[in-house]
């Protein structure tokens, strides 16, 4: 059975390895002829795209989709959405949920991986219903994980859950770089199993199994992995299209991509690369995640905040606190926003020397239910540690949030031109509202100053003079340039 191939070097290749500073304007060059590659899909929106394109590149997002649209007329667009948490870091309501699907369609989404951090598949109800609605591909997904509690009946069993529930494909998002081959194996064909629809994978390479993974996969009878271009891929982004295309020739699997193709491609997007040196990260394999479990992504994360508490010494402590959190939790997987959540509270474990002497407001928000149910029951012992004053809400806890849209509409009065300006609004409040109100200005600056001075802030410099800048999320008026580097690290 061949395999197909969805490319995420426009989303997920390069928020794994240039921190989602892809600007829209490089991406449109190369649209056409990617268009023409024969890509079951590509990856071009969501996750921490959207945040992104407002806070840091002052881009909106709408915009991109729609210009790559424009130019995507053979290949299904993709994103990647978080449930009841949309593409923010919390739980919205339900109108807030509704309203982005139906726009994210009208304006050029096709196919919507919808997961959730906890895969409590209550959470994904309300955005599985709306992109049914508007006419869209509901990828239902399982967050894969390794814990007491995780194994591939239950993943299966969850599959079998989202494919009535309406799910039109199934993805396996091993987001850590966790799934060993053989597990792989043995999770596809028990997934198979249950389901008639396609089932697809989506793996990062930073264990260094990524690929061995997929072909083992592609074994129990996997429709479709994701990969990214050769030259954003790898290290804690996805396996290169190349070198898959290259495995499966001329066997059962052929993808039937051409590889001199795939080249031409790759070599645009590594001379894009170039551009973006200063957001560089770690890329690196690691294998010790396969110990501590702790995605790239949130390990960068937890060097920033100890960094900047003066506590870099004390790294080692927090990755061997992170498993006894999480096991506190419920083995939550580690992904947005579960990942933040575990990972702030170890640091404040490690930091004070005594396990909860200061406790979070989402880590109390995970014990009482407010996330959705853990994979594992909390103890009431630790629930009593982190939350004593409270009980657990037990329903699906976007029951409790009052309609969002119109309080939203009428914050942000003649800022928003459009419904998709509204829901911006209602998603990041305060940074869409200072992009908003930037773009009424007249947008600020030209690309290639706002490039110029995002590189000199990036390598620690002080530009000249305090500018107004459209590409890095500051404060309209002051811009305070100098004052709010912190945020070039999100």
């Known amino acids: 059975m061949p395999v197909r191939i969805t490319d995420t070097t426009m989303r997920d290749g390069h928020q794994s390895l240039l921190a989602t500073r892809m600007r ?10 990617m268009d023409e590659a024969g890509f079951h899909s590509v990856e071009v929106w969501g996750g921490a795209t959207f945040d992104t394109a407002l806070r840091f590149l002052r881009e909106d997002p709408w915009d991109r989709l729609r210009e790559l649209k424009k130019r995507f007329r053979k290949t299904p667009l993709q994103m990647l959405l978080r449930g009841q948490n949309v593409v923010g870091y919390r739980h919205y309501a339900d109108d807030v949920v509704e309203k982005f699907c139906e726009l994210a369609v009208k304006n050029g989404m096709d196919i919507f991986r919808i997961f959730d951090a906890l895969n409590d598949l209550r959470n994904l109800e309300t955005a599985v ?87 083992k996969a592609a074994e129990a009878g996997l429709d479709v992995m994701d990969c990214a271009l050769s030259t954003l891929s790898q290290g804690t982004s996805q396996p290169p299209a190349e070198s898959m295309v290259a ?35 770690n890329v690196r394999l690691d294998a010790g995640v396969l110990l501590h479990q702790v995605p790239g992504g949130m390990i960068s994360n937890l060097v920033s905040q100890l960094r900047e508490q003066g506590a870099i010494d004390k790294l080692k402590d927090v990755l061997d606190e992170i498993p006894r959190v999480r096991k506190d939790m419920g083995y939550p997987p580690l992904v947005t926003p579960t990942s933040q959540i575990v990972g702030t509270q170890a640091v404040l474990n490690a930091l004070f ?17 407010q996330y959705g149910q853990t994979p594992a029951p909390i103890s009431a012992e630790v629930r009593k540690t982190i939350a004593p004053d409270a009980e657990p809400i037990t329903g699906r806890p976007a029951d409790g949030i009052e309609p969002e849209l119109k309080k939203a509409r ?31 200005q007249g947008a600020g600056l030209e690309k290639e100053v706002i490039a110029a001075i995002a590189a000199a802030l990036a390598h620690g410099q002080r530009p000249a003079a305090a500018a107004p800048d459209g590409g890095r999320g500051h404060d309209h008026n002051a811009w305070k340039i100098a004052g709010r580097r912190r945020l070039l690290r999100g």
């Open 24 to 33: 829209t304007e490089d991406m449109l060059p190369i649209a056409e002829q």
């Open 129 to 215: 219903r709306a992109v049914k609605k508007a006419g869209g591909h509901v990828q239902g997904t399982i967050c894969y994980t390794i814990s007491p509690v995780h194994t591939p009946d239950m993943f299966a069993a969850q599959a079998k859950q989202l494919e009535e529930m309406g799910s039109d494909s199934i993805c396996i998002k091993d987001m850590a770089g966790l799934l060993h081959p053989y597990v792989a194996y043995e999770i596809v064909r028990s997934i198979k199993e249950v389901v008639k629809v396609p089932v697809q994978m989506h793996c990062h390479c930073t264990s260094g199994m990524a690929e061995m993974s997929y072909l």
């Open 247 to 281: 495995t499966f020739q001329e066997t059962q699997h052929d993808t039937g991509l051409n590889l001199e193709q795939l080249t031409h491609l790759a070599d645009y997007f590594g001379e894009v690369r170039k551009k973006y040196a200063a957001f560089e990260g």
């Open 353 to 369: 020397g005594q396990r909860y002497k200061q406790v979070t407001k989402e880590s109390r928000a995970v014990v009482l239910g």
């Open 410 to 440: 009428a914050e942000a009065g003649g800022l928003a031109r459009s419904e998709e300006d509204v829901v911006s609004y209602v998603l990041f409040p305060q940074v869409a509202r200072e992009f908003l109100e930037w773009r009424r």
